[in-house]
């Protein structure tokens, strides 16, 4: 088994480090991590280092470098712009789209969204895709960290201008007669993929999001759910990129 992955706000200059913190309590609390045991440190920007455990505190461990990496920043960058879905199937969407390699997390108040993001409601709750994110990043042990985007959402006029901005942009919609397994991919840049909400892309937000060049495409004849429909999109697009 790889050895477990920790985030730090920036990797040691030096070969000696304490872990404390949340991530020094996870490590030394509830993964039990001991003297002698190898883990990596990542600061969610493309650095790593590899250390090996030098004692173990209350909540903290004491770990020794023993050798650094950096990895470039994947190209083209992969952004999933998500309609926000109600109950936990936002979470499990960003959850599974983290661990299969998205770069960042658009979450878009779509209109027929259930779920509206207002006010406190909605700064916690891009709070919890913003940690679901992170520990799915650790979990895949994912030098560079997602980002989510959001202020706490977006709107579809937002999203038709970051489609137009971009390399290329995908709408998932089942009545779409292309492929996304056929589609043309950019070799840089970003590539921008929408995916509805529970009731779906409403006929407006799809005329808009073809204006700005997205491009309507399906996966196949099935109808997949909104939590599960992007991380079988970016599946396709990290095998054609080379990605896996």
Not at 47 to 55: F, H, M, S
Not at 120 to 145: N, S
């Amino acid at each position: 088994m790889s050895a477990p992955l920790f985030l730090v706000e920036a990797l040691p200059t030096g070969d000696a480090l304490t872990v404390d913190g949340p991530e020094g309590h996870h490590a030394a609390t509830v993964q039990r991590l001991r003297v002698g045991e190898e883990l990596l440190l990542a600061d969610g920007r493309g650095g790593t280092a590899a250390a090996v455990v030098t004692a173990v505190g209350r909540g903290s461990l004491d770990v020794t470098v023993t050798s650094r990496g950096y990895a470039d920043a994947p190209v083209p960058r992969l952004v999933t712009v998500q309609g926000i879905a109600k109950g936990d199937r936002g979470e499990l969407a960003v959850q599974a789209m983290t661990e299969v390699g998205v770069d960042e997390i658009v979450p878009w108040a779509a209109s027929r969204s259930v779920t509206q993001w207002r006010g406190d409601r909605g700064v916690r709750a891009r709070e919890k895709w913003v940690a679901t994110a992170r520990e799915a990043a650790k979990q895949a042990r994912r030098p560079w960290l997602p980002v989510v985007a959001g202020a706490p959402d977006e709107s579809t006029a937002t999203v038709a201008r970051r489609i137009a901005g971009a390399a290329a942009g995908f709408v998932l919609h089942e009545e779409a007669e292309d492929r996304l397994t056929t589609a043309e991919l950019p070799t840089a840049g970003e590539i921008v993929l929408v995916v509805g909400p529970e009731g779906g892309i409403a006929p407006a937000e799809l005329t808009a999001f073809a204006e700005a060049g997205g491009r309507p495409v399906r996966l196949g004849p099935a109808v997949l759910r909104t939590s599960t429909a992007g991380v079988a999109a970016l599946s396709v697009l990290a095998t054609r990129l080379g990605r896996w």
